[in-house]
């Protein structure tokens, strides 16, 4: 029998690429440490022409190196008093280690600074790629960028060429960070795990990423198994609006209210209708724009109603690997006629709604109702919608949302309200429940 390469036998299957400004680190320390360490206020005018857009980190670095002055002991001090360790950085590397995940810092900022705070916290055995910071004895520094890219010339290290270089060697290649200097990396990473700033970026740019907000949370991004996916209904995966417009312009007209479109509507059907008329009717007008709404609507949901595109196959592709189950502000006796009617009930597991003996959303009574009948657990479990709303009420359960992007709500929209993802279509959501290494 011949012996497999070795080459196949023990390349990594995986690669985690950490930024570390921001990231590794909590605070960032390349604009202080510059700062802090300059002789001569020219610094202003090529720091303004970098956030004008009309340099890079290379030029910067060029242009201020002659007008700083350090010792190694001031580096040290810096470390000291401004850098800060992920406090669940070592132990998120420990676990890598262990699943022969390879991990390498790439960092705009300074390889002197990063070998400080690594070696003040027993942090060893990691690549580093980053700028160059000489100290000569004189206290005279120089900057020096080993991994920019000669003919792009923007920034002082390009992570994007080194995740390039990388590729040959990783099936997966996922990157970890949160600004500027990661946006071009992240284009081309399997998979972005984003901070702050990179995660609008990614959601502006159809990016897929998953939200974090520390490495205490890497691990189980990157590990768990989805075992329940719960739904949103109206947007997510019934097209519904035309209806629901219907109805309530015809409430209105009985009323003497003026119309609304159908973009107002949607920006608001997320609530309950109970809500929806305390809103927009007098106090004494609500119990008859109930009754008038829901005798319209009764005659025309099931025509006006269809399945959002995607939908029927995206449950069908789940189904034998992932409990499913519909939790939404639709009258639970509308979902579970309509969702009979197109065909979407055989998918589910529970169908939860308004009038169902819980609290409507962004109150987390549904949610607790449908993990509890499950018997799933809330990390296991995430919910799908399109609206702030589905968001805001995941986290009041404290469950994961997947928001799914549309004309009526922006990515970068629902990326103001914190969900687990983003995803432009409902269709990525099968590859998105399996773990990523």
């Not at 299957?13 to 510059?34: P, W």
């Not at 702050?196 to 520390?214: M, Q, S, T, V, W």
């Not at 009764?298 to 196959?313: C, M, N, Q, S, W």
């Amino acid at each position: 029998m011949n012996e497999p390469s070795s080459t196949n036998s023990f390349r990594p299957r995986s690669l985690i690429l950490c930024d570390f400004d921001g990231t590794v680190s909590a605070k960032d320390t390349v604009n202080r440490l510059v700062r802090d360490h300059l002789t001569d206020p020219e610094w202003r005018f090529h720091v303004k022409r970098y956030m004008r857009g009309e340099i890079g980190s290379f030029e910067v670095y060029k242009a201020v190196a002659p007008l700083m002055t350090m010792t190694r002991d001031s580096l040290e001090r810096f470390v000291r008093e401004h850098a800060q360790l992920d406090p669940k950085f070592r132990d998120f590397l420990e676990w890598a280690r262990s699943r022969g995940i390879d991990v390498k810092i790439v960092s705009d900022g300074f390889d002197a600074t990063i070998q400080t705070l690594f070696r003040n916290h027993g942090v060893s055995g990691i690549e580093i790629f980053a700028n160059r910071l000489i100290i000569a004895d004189d206290g005279k520094v120089r900057i020096e960028n080993p991994h920019s890219n000669p003919v792009c010339g923007t920034c002082g290290t390009c992570k994007l060429n080194i995740l390039r270089s990388f590729r040959s060697q990783y099936d997966k290649i996922i990157l970890v960070g949160d600004g500027e200097s990661d946006r071009h990396a992240a284009q081309e990473a399997d998979m972005v795990l984003a901070l702050k700033e990179l995660f609008f970026y990614c959601a502006r740019n159809g990016i897929p990423a998953i939200r974090i907000d520390g490495f205490d949370e890497v691990p189980s991004m990157l590990s768990r198994r989805i075992e329940a996916v719960t739904f949103d209904m109206d947007g997510t995966l019934v097209d519904s609006i035309d209806s629901i417009t219907d109805a309530f312009n015809h409430m209105f007209a009985e009323l003497g209210y003026p119309s609304m479109t159908s973009e107002q509507v949607i920006r608001v059907t997320s609530i309950s209708l109970l809500d929806f008329v305390r809103t927009f009717l007098k106090p004494e007008e609500s119990e008859i724009g109930i009754k008038v709404f829901r005798d319209y609507y009764d005659t025309i949901f099931l025509e006006k109603t269809k399945p959002v595109p995607g939908a029927l196959e995206t449950l069908n592709a789940l189904n034998g690997s992932t409990i499913q189950g519909i939790v939404t502000n639709k009258r639970g006796k509308y979902a579970r006629i309509l969702a009979e009617h197109l065909g979407i009930a055989t998918n589910m597991t529970r169908i939860i709604g308004a009038e169902d003996g819980f609290k409507a959303k962004p109150s987390p009574e549904m949610f607790e109702e449908f993990i509890r009948s499950v018997q799933t657990e809330k990390e296991e479990t995430i919910y799908v919608g399109d609206a702030p709303i589905d968001i805001q009420a995941a986290q009041n359960a404290g469950i994961d949302s997947f928001a799914i992007a549309s004309r009526y709500f922006s990515a970068e929209e629902l990326a103001q309200y914190k969900p687990r993802r983003i995803l432009n279509n409902i269709t990525e959501l099968p590859d998105c429940l399996g773990p990523l290494v």
